[in-house]
Structure formats: structure tokens, C-alpha cells
């Protein structure tokens, strides 16, 4: 199988070549292994691998053969060094066991091929951690990739992969997918179990899942590792149908509310605006029902009861991986920020982490009261098109913890609201500037209602296709 035809395929029908005989699981695998190795010299977005054989998988999975990468975050696969993007891992954490989630990518059939880059802890808009430097766009490799999934989504951008896990806990998946021009859906909360290693990633802002080039990719991984397991904290609904039920079908005439105003105050790029408000038209032709409106809440206060929840978990990570390792955390093996924030996460008392916890219930109350009126919310993914490299430096000593979160959210300001609430929200890659980078745009919807931002999603891929851009990085030689 060559690069170029390798590249033009969707994890789909990768699946479809292999199960109908038309190409070997090997072939494809082979593949892969280059079209990595051909864009990861300009990318860097590749922490481990491409190793010479998969992972183990199940070869009547819905994926079967498929290559996929693990974001070296939150996710561990037997025998597989794990380093959360840090120099305090070292050698990296060898787990003996897998996660529920890994398990059920293998029994999708996807065969794990590398483990891509991560900032320190996930805890950055950007890929850039210290310890493995700057993952690269591959519409411009002057900009950034997004984060913290930034290096899953160069390679599933770039056509070396056709789909890679992700995490998100205040936009990682949604970043970096309006960054590269992909489909990030950001599951609801218990709809992907956790277990065993956790129970309530980032007191409930943190999820996992993947990223991918077309809706029916995502809707058919959601159907393959959706559910709980034993011991979940969470429980959710079953969606009504299995989502690859929600392709093309027509959801009927919805209320979409839109809002292109950042809610952190800051400035939107009118190329962003441009972009969503021309999706509000699409969705109006489509027959919904389009109106400007937006959930209220305090942003200020919002940005607040983040500083706690994150560094608090962070200080709990990095304090389990250093008396690991027998280590001293400090500014050799960790960023300015990561330690800033850590040390702040310490001081944090329990009611001050309640209070914290207690915003975000105001505001998903906020949030699902404005849901009873409307079916979906449309805005921007991120408020401007992907940013140069550097723009968001974890490793500035100058910023002190409440400085960075705020940096940070403002970034992101769109994102972190369906984290704090626990419902879905997707990016799509609907939009383009005058010199070609991908915009954003995302959907969220009310708590476990999947199945309507597939459908919706399913018919704006379809009003304005996007599976024929390519960025100039590729591994297709185009």
C-alpha cells in the first residue's frame, strides 16, 4: 500500500480494505510505520514509536487493523512507558495493566503503533513541554498544534494516522482539533469510563477519547468504548440508538442558539466570527431554527474555581510520580508553571476546593436551564486561528499559578464551560482563513445527548465538505 493511498483513507475505510481482503493488516501497518516517520522530522509529535508491530488487538473488531497512537496522558497500555509529557517521569511509568479505555480500543481492533507528544501534564493549551519540545501545525509548522492532544492531532491532521486517542479536560480534545482541522468530540461525563486507575478525573472536568478526520469515525468510536464498567462513579444514560445510527439521519427542526462574543471579554478574530456565523446559515438552510443567545455565568469566578480544582490534581500526580521515582520535584524536572501551581495546589484546603466544586454546580445549573430552551449552543472552538509557537510558555517562571489559568482559559474561553458542566461538545473543522489555517467550530449540546451533535455534525460535513483539504505537511506526498 503507498503513502498516497494510505493518506486518503479514514479509519473507516482502512477497516473496510482490510476486512474485504484488499489490503493486509501488515500492508497497512507498514504503511503507517512510514507515512509517521515521513512528517514526525518536521512535527514532532511522536514521544514513542513507531514500533515495528502494533500492540495486540482483536482482529474482528469494528477497527480491525487500524493504526492508532495513545496520547502519553491518562491512558497506559501494559508494558508501555507512560511519561505525562514531564521530566519527572524519567524513564516513564510502566503500568502492568490496562486501562478500561485501552482495553476497549484493542477490542475495537485498533492496533496502537506509537504514543504521541502531551505538555507537562496536559496542563497547556499548547504541545510544547520541555521535555520533548515544540510539536508542530501541519498547515503551518510556524504555529502550534493546540493542546494538550496536540501531537495525536498533528499526526491524524497530517495523514500519518487516520485516528488517535485524546483527553480533555478543559478543551484538549476541542483545541487541538480546531487547530488542525479535525473532528474533537468531547464526550459527556461517564459516557467513556475512567477506571480503574481513576474515578473522577479532575474532580469531573477531565474525559477521554479521540480524534478524527470524519463524523462517522467518531460516531463508530463512541459506539465501540462507550459504557460503563464495574466500579464506575458514574453512570449515564444509553443513547437512544448506536451513533453510527445518527449519520444522516434527520434530527428534525432544532433551536440552535448562537454566540460568537469570547465569554472571557477578550477579542474574537473576525475570520473566526465570519466562520460560525456562516455556519448559523448553513444550519438555517438546513431548516433549524438559528438565534443569537448565550448561557450567563460569571467568568471571573469561573477562571477561579479552576486555579483549585487543576492544581490540586496536578500536586496529586506529581507527588505520587515523585515518591515513585524518589525524586524531589523541583525546577530541573519540572516547568515554572507545573511547579507553581503544584506547590499552590498543597496549600489548597478542603473547603476551599468545595467552594470551587460549588461554581461549577452554579454554573451547570445556568447551563442546563438554558439547554430546556435551546437543543444546541454554535461558537467558536477558539477565538483565533492557531497560534505561533511560544504564545503559551509553561515554563514562565514570571506568571504566578492564578496568572496562568487565567492565561490559559483565556485562550480557550469557548472550551472549558462543557467540562465544568459535563456535557458534549464537538469541534468541527468548518471554517479557513484567507491563508489557509483551519478554524473551529463547536457545538455543544445538553448532558448525554451525543446522538444529536453526530446527526447535526453528520449533516454540516455534508453542506460543507472538508475531506478534501490537506495541509502542506502530509504524509501523502500531496
Same mark, same amino acid.
Given at each position: 500500500?503507498?503513502?498516497?493511498?494510505?493518506?486518503?483513507?479514514?479509519?473507516?475505510?482502512?477497516?473496510?480494505?482490510?476486512?474485504?481482503?484488499?489490503?493486509?493488516?501488515?500492508?497497512?501497518?507498514?504503511?503507517?510505520?512510514?507515512?509517521?516517520?515521513?512528517?514526525?522530522?518536521?512535527?514532532?509529535a511522536v514521544v514513542s514509536g513507531p514500533w515495528d508491530a502494533p500492540?495486540?488487538?482483536?482482529?474482528?473488531?469494528?477497527?480491525?487493523?487500524?493504526?492508532?497512537?495513545?496520547?502519553?496522558?491518562?491512558?497506559?497500555?501494559?508494558?508501555?512507558?507512560?511519561?505525562?509529557?514531564?521530566?519527572?517521569?524519567?524513564?516513564?511509568?510502566?503500568?502492568?495493566?490496562?486501562?478500561?479505555?485501552?482495553?476497549?480500543?484493542?477490542?475495537?481492533?485498533?492496533?496502537?503503533?506509537?504514543?504521541?507528544?502531551?505538555?507537562?501534564?496536559?496542563?497547556?493549551?499548547?504541545?510544547?513541554?520541555?521535555?520533548?519540545?515544540?510539536?508542530?501545525?501541519?498547515?503551518?509548522?510556524?504555529?502550534?498544534?493546540?493542546?494538550?492532544?496536540?501531537?495525536?492531532?498533528?499526526?491524524?491532521?497530517?495523514?500519518?494516522?487516520?485516528?488517535?486517542?485524546?483527553?480533555?479536560?478543559?478543551?484538549?480534545?476541542?483545541?487541538?482539533?480546531?487547530?488542525?482541522?479535525?473532528?474533537?468530540?468531547?464526550?459527556?461525563?461517564?459516557?467513556?469510563?475512567?477506571?480503574?486507575?481513576?474515578?473522577?478525573?479532575?474532580?469531573?472536568?477531565?474525559?477521554?477519547?479521540?480524534?478524527t478526520r470524519s463524523v462517522r469515525d467518531c460516531a463508530a468510536l463512541?459506539?465501540?468504548?462507550?459504557?460503563?464498567?464495574?466500579?464506575?462513579?458514574?453512570?449515564?444514560?444509553?443513547?437512544?440508538?448506536?451513533?453510527?445510527?445518527?449519520?444522516?439521519?434527520?434530527?428534525?427542526?432544532?433551536?440552535?442558539?448562537?454566540?460568537?462574543?469570547?465569554?472571557?471579554?477578550?477579542?474574537?478574530?473576525?475570520?473566526?466570527?465570519?466562520?460560525?456565523?456562516?455556519?448559523?446559515?448553513?444550519?438555517?438552510?438546513?431548516?433549524?431554527?438559528?438565534?443569537?443567545?448565550?448561557?450567563?455565568?460569571?467568568?471571573?469566578?469561573?477562571?477561579?474555581?479552576?486555579?483549585?480544582? @487543576?492544581?490540586?490534581?496536578?500536586?496529586?500526580?506529581?507527588?505520587?510520580?515523585?515518591?515513585?521515582?524518589?525524586?524531589?520535584?523541583?525546577?530541573?524536572?519540572?516547568?515554572?508553571?507545573?511547579?507553581?501551581?503544584?506547590?499552590?495546589?498543597?496549600?489548597?484546603?478542603?473547603?476551599?476546593?468545595?467552594?470551587?466544586?460549588?461554581?461549577?454546580?452554579?454554573?451547570?445549573?445556568?447551563?442546563?436551564?438554558?439547554?430546556?430552551?435551546?437543543?444546541?449552543?454554535?461558537?467558536?472552538?477558539?477565538?483565533?486561528?492557531?497560534?505561533?509557537?511560544?504564545?503559551?510558555?509553561?515554563?514562565?517562571?514570571?506568571?504566578?499559578?492564578?496568572?496562568?489559568?487565567?492565561?490559559?482559559?483565556?485562550?480557550?474561553?469557548?472550551?472549558?464551560?462543557?467540562?465544568?458542566?459535563?456535557?458534549?461538545?464537538?469541534?468541527?473543522?468548518?471554517? @479557513?482563513?484567507?491563508?489557509?489555517?483551519?478554524?473551529?467550530?463547536?457545538l455543544a449540546a445538553p448532558m448525554c445527548d451525543e446522538g444529536t451533535?453526530?446527526?447535526?455534525?453528520?449533516?454540516?460535513?455534508?453542506?460543507?465538505? @472538508?475531506?478534501?483539504?490537506?495541509?502542506?505537511?502530509?504524509?501523502?506526498?500531496?
Amino acid at each position: 500500500m503507498k503513502a498516497s493511498e494510505y493518506a486518503g483513507y479514514d479509519a473507516t475505510g482502512l477497516a473496510a480494505l482490510i476486512r474485504a481482503g484488499e489490503v493486509s493488516a501488515a500492508e497497512v501497518h507498514d504503511a503507517a510505520r512510514a507515512a509517521i516517520e515521513a512528517v514526525d522530522e518536521t512535527l514532532n509529535a511522536v514521544v514513542s514509536g513507531p514500533w515495528d508491530a502494533p500492540l495486540a488487538y482483536d482482529s474482528a473488531g469494528t477497527f480491525a487493523g487500524v493504526p492508532f497512537a495513545l496520547k502519553d496522558f491518562a491512558i497506559h497500555a501494559a508494558g508501555v512507558p507512560t511519561y505525562f509529557g514531564s521530566r519527572l517521569a524519567g524513564a516513564g511509568v510502566v503500568f502492568p495493566h490496562d486501562t478500561a479505555l485501552m482495553t476497549r480500543f484493542r477490542a475495537a481492533g485498533l492496533a496502537t503503533v506509537a504514543s504521541t507528544t502531551t505538555p507537562e501534564f496536559a496542563f497547556n493549551g499548547n504541545t510544547e513541554p520541555v521535555a520533548h519540545g515544540s510539536t508542530r501545525n501541519p498547515w503551518d509548522p510556524t504555529r502550534c498544534a493546540g493542546g494538550s492532544s496536540g501531537g495525536s492531532a498533528a499526526l491524524v491532521a497530517a495523514r500519518a494516522l487516520p485516528i488517535a486517542h485524546a483527553t480533555d479536560g478543559g478543551g484538549s480534545i476541542r483545541i487541538p482539533a480546531s487547530a488542525n482541522g479535525l473532528v474533537g468530540l468531547k464526550p459527556s461525563r461517564g459516557r467513556v469510563s475512567p477506571g480503574p486507575d481513576e474515578s473522577e478525573p479532575l474532580s469531573g472536568l477531565g474525559v477521554e477519547f479521540g480524534l478524527t478526520r470524519s463524523v462517522r469515525d467518531c460516531a463508530a468510536l463512541l459506539d465501540a468504548v462507550s459504557g460503563p464498567v464495574p466500579g464506575d462513579k458514574y453512570v449515564v444514560r444509553d443513547p437512544v440508538r448506536p451513533y453510527v445510527e445518527e449519520l444522516n439521519r434527520e434530527p428534525g427542526r432544532l433551536r440552535i442558539a448562537i454566540h460568537t462574543e469570547s465569554w472571557a471579554d477578550g477579542p474574537v478574530d473576525e475570520e473566526v466570527v465570519a466562520a460560525v456565523t456562516a455556519v448559523g446559515a448553513a444550519l438555517e438552510g438546513l431548516g433549524h431554527r438559528v438565534v443569537p443567545d448565550s448561557p450567563v455565568f460569571d467568568w471571573e469566578q469561573f477562571v477561579d474555581a479552576n486555579l483549585p480544582v @487543576w492544581s490540586v490534581s496536578l500536586a496529586e500526580g506529581i507527588d505520587a510520580l515523585a515518591a515513585a521515582f524518589g525524586t524531589a520535584p523541583g525546577p530541573d524536572n519540572l516547568e515554572a508553571t507545573t511547579l507553581a501551581c503544584a506547590e499552590y495546589g498543597r496549600r489548597v484546603t478542603a473547603t476551599q476546593l468545595g467552594a470551587a466544586l460549588a461554581v461549577f454546580n452554579q454554573v451547570s445549573r445556568s447551563v442546563g436551564s438554558f439547554f430546556t430552551e435551546y437543543d444546541l449552543l454554535l461558537t467558536p472552538t477558539l477565538s483565533a486561528p492557531p497560534q505561533l509557537l511560544g504564545e503559551l510558555d509553561a515554563n514562565d517562571a514570571s506568571l504566578t499559578p492564578a496568572q496562568w489559568i487565567q492565561k490559559l482559559l483565556g485562550a480557550c474561553a469557548f472550551t472549558p464551560l462543557f467540562n465544568a458542566t459535563g456535557g458534549p461538545a464537538i469541534s468541527l473543522p468548518l471554517g @479557513w482563513t484567507r491563508s489557509g489555517l483551519p478554524i473551529g467550530v463547536q457545538l455543544a449540546a445538553p448532558m448525554c445527548d451525543e446522538g444529536t451533535l453526530i446527526a447535526v455534525a453528520s449533516q454540516l460535513e455534508t453542506a460543507m465538505l @472538508w475531506a478534501d483539504r490537506m495541509p502542506g505537511v502530509n504524509a501523502g506526498g500531496y
